[in-house]
């Protein structure tokens, strides 16, 4: 364990100095959420039934958790970056546990995101949203987002591992664009047709929307819904559960197998 701490540690380290070597990725994946808040809030709270900042209100904590989501996205795209430029052949050959780098790229992920959530609560917070919950349920509420991220970063390592090359993952990777689209993140599901609102609401990002909301203090869970949305504080910590419980053993274990 000591190994593994002392090697993830310098992992961790490695991965946030590729980060600084390239903030212009880091400042797009960070601006992009900023920019929907504001297209979304203003012009498509104006076509639904929700008045515009009771809208804005509902998006923030969607926003927030289709950013999480994209963990799958960027996980993907640095593992196969790494896989296909040879990095993680060399990685292989050092005297370091096979599961430091992947925990290293996850933990430096988090970091980066821990970080890129401040500037949209401001902006959120400046257009008319507003938090309600207690100091602890804010607090209980960034952790689970941050948990969220963790365990959607790890299905991307995996998927990144499993790539035939750098440009399928990018490609792939732009397709989990499509994940909070059918969830509650932009939209109630209250008037989807029957299967789709199942479909919706058993998605893992319309459960932590949910739970965001209620630990903010906005939430109304809507009458009939699946499991995890009426219950979903409990509803996400069993998602990020199964997502970390399955994915980051494979990932190590597609590690320390990679290229053979």
């Not at 100091?135 to 959607?152: E, I, K, M, Q």
């Amino acid at each position: 364990m000591s190994t593994l701490a002392h090697d993830g540690t310098a992992m961790l380290g490695r991965q946030l100095l590729r980060v600084r070597n390239n903030p212009a990725l880091a400042i797009l994946t960070q601006t992009m959420p900023i920019t929907m808040l504001l297209f979304f809030g203003y012009v498509f709270g104006s076509a639904l039934a929700m008045p515009g900042a009771e809208y804005r209100a509902f998006l923030v904590p969607g926003l927030l958790v289709a950013t999480a989501a994209n963990g799958i996205m960027t996980g993907m795209f640095q593992a196969a970056q790494d896989l296909h430029r040879g990095v993680t052949d060399r990685l292989r050959t050092l005297p370091v546990s096979r599961a430091a780098v992947p925990l290293g790229q996850a933990l430096a992920d988090l970091v980066v995101t821990a970080a890129g959530t401040l500037p949209l609560l401001l902006v959120g917070l400046a257009v008319g949203w507003r938090v309600e919950g207690s100091a602890a349920a804010v607090l209980g509420a960034v952790g689970l987002l941050l948990l969220f991220r963790f365990a959607c970063t790890w299905v991307g390592i995996l998927l990144g591992l499993l790539s035939r090359s750098e440009e399928a993952a990018g490609q792939l990777g732009s397709a989990t664009f499509m994940l909070p689209l059918l969830s509650n993140a932009y939209i109630p599901t209250d008037n989807l047709p029957g299967r789709l609102r199942t479909l919706a609401e058993w998605n893992p990002i319309s459960a932590v929307t949910t739970a965001l909301r209620d630990l903010f203090g906005n939430a109304s869970v809507p009458e009939g819904a699946a499991w995890p949305v009426r219950h979903p504080v409990a509803g996400s910590l069993a998602w990020c559960a199964v997502l970390i419980a399955v994915f980051l053993p494979l990932a190590v274990r597609r590690y320390a197998g990679a290229g053979r």
